[in-house]
């Protein structure tokens, strides 16, 4: 994407939630006594497991059920989520790993401007929202790509979707939308 002065913008992917399933009863106990890097919450029903390559922190329940977040990639959410499984098969588990599947994106991208959040909010009324007494951040959600943007004043983006490739094209939809009410610069 690039814009009038040809300055491409990063979209830098901070967070992967990732889900699969092991397709057996996992012992929470046995976990949480034999396992490394462990924490057992008891009155939640689940473990957290956290792994160093990738950084991964998963929520494990006993159903067999495993959400991974913490990976900054899709591939390092699939290669993080197959390490937790060969941990718990390594605990003795019939683990098998199944129905991997991301869940959410969250990045960042910054625009090389400043936006004046009102206009942008009157000049998309229906999409766009801005309630500055709780928010300070307009928030426009792409119905058709499920993403929602919040954009700051600052021309700070968080964008959040259901997969990498709907968060880019969810930057490259609300480009546009931005360019037309930057705040002009100061000198």
Same mark, same amino acid.
């Given at each position: 994407?690039?814009?009038?002065?040809?300055?491409?913008?990063?979209?830098?992917?901070?967070?992967? =939630?990732?889900?699969?399933?092991?397709?057996?009863?996992?012992?929470?106990?046995?976990?949480?006594?034999?396992?490394?890097?462990?924490? %057992?919450?008891?009155?939640?029903?689940?473990?957290?497991?956290?792994?160093?390559?990738?950084?991964?922190?998963?929520?494990?329940?006993?159903?067999?059920?495993?959400?991974?977040?913490?990976?900054?990639?899709?591939?390092?959410?699939?290669?993080?989520?197959?390490?937790?499984?060969?941990?718990?098969?390594?605990?003795?588990?019939?683990?098998?790993?199944?129905?991997?599947?991301? =869940?959410?994106?969250?990045?960042?991208?910054?625009?090389?401007?400043?936006?004046?959040?009102?206009?942008?909010?009157?000049?998309?009324?229906?999409?766009?929202? %801005?309630?500055?007494?709780?928010?300070?951040?307009?928030?426009?959600?792409?119905?058709?790509?499920?993403?929602?943007?919040?954009?700051?004043?600052?021309?700070?983006?968080?964008?959040?979707?259901?997969?990498?490739?709907?968060?880019?094209?969810?930057?490259?939809?609300? %480009?546009?939308?931005? %360019?037309?009410?930057?705040?002009?610069?100061?000198?």
């Amino acid at each position: 994407m690039e814009s009038n002065n040809d300055e491409a913008l990063d979209i830098i992917v901070t967070n992967v =939630v990732a889900t699969f399933r092991t397709r057996c009863h996992l012992n929470l106990r046995k976990i949480a006594l034999e396992g490394i890097n462990v924490i %057992y919450k008891p009155e939640v029903g689940k473990v957290l497991m956290k792994l160093r390559k990738p950084t991964i922190t998963a929520s494990i329940w006993s159903s067999g059920k495993i959400i991974c977040t913490g990976a900054t990639s899709e591939e390092e959410a699939k290669l993080g989520a197959r390490r937790l499984a060969r941990c718990l098969q390594k605990l003795g588990f019939k683990v098998r790993f199944s129905a991997f599947r991301v =869940v959410n994106v969250l990045a960042v991208c910054s625009m090389p401007f400043a936006v004046h959040l009102i206009d942008f909010t009157k000049n998309n009324r229906p999409i766009a929202s %801005y309630e500055p007494e709780l928010h300070p951040a307009a928030t426009y959600r792409i119905k058709n790509l499920k993403a929602t943007v919040q954009v700051f004043s600052t021309g700070s983006l968080t964008v959040t979707g259901p997969n990498v490739q709907n968060v880019a094209s969810a930057v490259e939809h609300i %480009y546009p939308l931005l %360019y037309e009410c930057q705040k002009p610069r100061c000198k």
